[in-house]
């Protein structure tokens, strides 16, 4: 197969859908009027803020005035966490899970400064969260559970209505960041308890740089974003509105494609890992097979250096990623397949790839052919190639 390009990297970022642009362009165009003014041309356009709202709340089973429209995941999960712990000030503990994203884990120093307590829920080796810990570790400070649906490296989906179940006995507010969820499995807010739950535009055909919060209902929050009356006074700033419509399309557009088309990208999922797995020697699965998104896999190969196969992959156009990122010359490690107890002879060297709607078993097919080949040739130049050895000879 000659190809310009084969993205498998949709955990980061997708293209948008070109239903979702054709529906944005006028208000990127000619209807550029700001929805909180007065007059026709701009107060018109509320409406169309607000169906945008109706699309995403039906993708949820949630009521319109439940969401509230962001700029990204990273300032929804913001919002949530630092909006809570702003309207409990008597409450002084705070429970994460030790694989939540950075736009969580990231936080925990922040809210330690403040003077509040978090605790880091561990995961097993098949990156399953410990329940037992988690209920173990609830108090009567405890103001709040913060943890992720689905992982964005392993796609590993979390027990939400346990979770809900454990935290709602303790009187204890859960968090969800339910940004590698949305458009993958479905969500109905309706039955799910979260009392919060963040989502990102891009990671669903949407454009970059639009997301949104659901909040219950009655839920007390502090605005993140302090300024005008916009989003009810939850969030001000003039509504990027374009892009807001374009989530309203994309929601739209992924609600349509929870049922026979999550099964096809999850066939084209299983047949890539099955046919990695069949292909390359000393190869596993990452994460739990069973409780999985259906566009992800992340497939460790032993022996070998994830960003050199990242590379030599770019060259033969396959776009995939590697949880290691090369920080000031030394790498590190994902702390998601840290806390997972992943070897260290795999930890470097695991792939993930992410499918779309928009991918083909052509591209599988290619990527199929070509893994091997680079990983068979990297293999050969490998520093853990010694140790490799020493492993055969039992050592
Ligand atoms: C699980 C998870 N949460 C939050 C984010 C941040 O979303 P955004 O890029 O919209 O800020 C990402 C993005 O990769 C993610 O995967």
Known sequence: MSQARVYLDNNATTQIAPEVLEEMLPFLRDKYGNPSSAYSFGGNLQKDLERARDRTAALFSCHP???????????????????????????????????????????????????????????????????????????????LVSCMLANNETGVIFPLEEICRIAKEHGVFVHTDAVQAVGKIPLDFSRLPVDLAAFSGHKFHAPKGVGGLFVRRGLKIRPFLIGGHQERSRRGGTENLASIVGLGRAAELAAGRLGEEATRVRDLRDRLERGILRSIANSEVNGDPE????????????????????????????CASTGSACASGSLQPSHVLRAMGVPFTCVHGSLRFSLSTYTTPAEVDYVLETLPVIVGRLRELSPFRSLREIEAFGA
């Open 65 to 143: 005035t439940e969401i509230v429209f962001t700029s990204c995941g990273t300032e929804s999960d913001n919002f949530a966490i630092r909006g809570l712990v702003d309207a409990y000030p008597e409450k002084t503990h705070v429970i994460l899970t030790k694989v939540e994203h950075p736009a969580v884990k990231n936080q925990a120093p922040y809210l330690r400064k403040k003077g509040l307590r978090v605790t880091e829920i561990g995961v097993d080796r098949q990156g399953r969260l410990d329940l037992a810990e988690l209920a173990a570790a609830m108090d009567n400070e405890t103001l």
């Open 291 to 318: 409780h999985r998104v259906p566009n992800t896999t992340n497939v460790g190969i032993h022996f070998i250096e994830g960003e050199a196969l990242l590379l030599a992959l770019d060259k033969q156009g396959i």
